[in-house]
């Protein structure tokens, strides 16, 4: 299963911000929109990813207030990515090596999506579903032995 296959099931709305936008908004956004992270955006090129994880840190460093604080002090100016041919397999691997809840899908300079980890243990559980009920339909449809050859 290929990154493009999750995100066709998930659909393809994005909710971005830029670096100079206040992290008391983008807290807000992520709250309202019941979203964990958004893409950090600047003149249509990908700078960055704040996630919960980052709004956190950043409140714990100001004295439990997000204040002024802009989006650029706070993101994760270096996030992980993958392309739409890579493969779930090495998503899961990355994500787990790097900690990360969420990577953004690149198409060369393009944001074509983010999945989350949320978005890797669904289309897991979902496909080994598909398999388990495969294989008990074909257990079930197993052909009976031919009586005359067994006596």
């Not at 299963?1 to 393809?12: E, F, P, Q």
Request: aromatic fraction near 6%; include cysteine; glycine fraction near 6%.
């Amino acid at each position: 299963m290929k990154v493009s296959d999750i995100l066709r099931v998930k659909g393809n709305t994005l909710f971005t911000i830029t670096p100079d936008d206040q992290l008391a908004e983008a807290a807000n956004t992520m709250a309202e929109k019941d979203i964990g992270s958004l893409v950090v955006m600047e003149h249509g090129d990908l700078v960055g990813m704040l996630t919960f994880r980052e709004v956190i840190v950043a409140i714990v460093n100001n004295g439990g207030q997000v204040g002024t604080t802009l989006v650029r002090k706070a993101m994760d100016d270096a996030p992980v990515t993958c392309t739409l041919e890579t493969d779930l397999d090495e998503i899961r691997r990355i994500m787990l090596e790097r900690h990360a809840r969420y990577m953004p899908v690149m198409d060369q300079r393009m944001l074509m999506g983010v999945i989350s980890f949320y978005d890797v243990a669904k289309a897991v559980v979902d496909s080994q579903n598909f398999e388990n009920k495969m294989l008990k339909a074909y257990i079930r449809d197993w052909p009976a032995e031919d009586e005359s050859k067994t006596g």
